[in-house]
């Protein structure tokens, strides 16, 4: 994991109390950091430069951190945690559907930051192949729709589809095990890895934001991730 520890990650956040805390834990990892104080020079950062992650403080002076978030993923799937504070639920919702893939809530233990950094850059497409677990069916191919695990590429139709790393993970999971209905909870559990307290809505966000990018490039592929109401969701292969 040598090459993931020089990973290149921009630290968002208004206060310099806390880009100085976060820029001594990080680089103690080994990452390179760069700063930025206010959404519109993190924004100009984020398209410009090459990051393997972008930390963003959701409260910024002028654009806040949903609206970066947001217009980044118009042109870039870089992965993003989203920083909040407490009782700020609808806007970590927000967040999610903006396209952030984890967050942490302030105030914070730096220590909880630099997990959540690690086991984001480990999912990332940017890094996925430095992940020690090989595995046995690297390339899965339904009718419409190929993920290659190895290089994180998914193609629907004739359509490479550029999808963020949250959003790779659940497809990827959702395909390993076809026709099997898998809980909210259970998506939450395996995909995020962790309790996210009730936040069952980021799973529906994820699965919006998927179906729509598949669809832009094939509708069936799209159609192949069904709702089972009352319970949760599903990768239906196509029968006949």
């Not at 834990?25 to 390179?32: C, I, K, M, P, Q």
């Not at 950062?45 to 990051?51: T, V």
């Not at 949903?66 to 927000?94: F, Q, S, W, Y």
């Not at 967040?95 to 105030?107: I, M, N």
């Amino acid at each position: 994991m040598e090459e993931q520890q020089h990973a290149h990650i921009l630290v968002v956040d208004d206060e310099d109390r806390i880009r100085r805390l976060l820029r001594m834990y990080l680089e103690r990892e080994g990452y390179e950091i760069e700063e930025a104080e206010d959404g519109e020079s993190a924004l100009e950062k984020a398209l410009e430069g090459d990051y393997d992650l972008i930390l963003l403080d959701l409260m910024l002076p002028g654009m806040d951190g949903i609206e970066v978030c947001r217009r980044l993923r118009e042109e870039k799937a870089t992965p993003v945690i989203m920083l909040t504070a407490r009782g700020e639920e609808m806007n970590r919702v927000e967040g999610f559907e903006a396209g952030t893939d984890d967050y942490v809530v302030k105030p914070f233990s730096p220590r909880e930051v630099v997990h959540r950094i690690k086991a984001v850059l480990r999912r990332s497409s940017a890094t996925a192949f430095l992940s020690p677990e090989p595995e046995m069916h690297n390339v899965i191919v339904f009718p419409e729709l190929v993920i290659d695990h190895d290089a994180h590429e998914v193609r629907a139709g004739e359509q490479s589809v550029s999808l963020t790393p949250k959003e790779y993970e659940l497809l990827h999971y959702l395909a390993r095990s076809p026709d099997k209905v898998f809980s909210r909870e259970d998506l939450l559990r395996d995909v995020w890895q962790y309790e996210f307290f009730g936040d069952l809505r980021t799973v529906d966000t994820h699965i919006k934001r998927l179906r729509e990018k598949l669809s832009r490039a094939s509708e069936h592929a799209a159609e192949m991730i069904k709702t089972v109401w009352g319970v949760g969701y599903k990768l239906e292969v196509p029968k006949g």
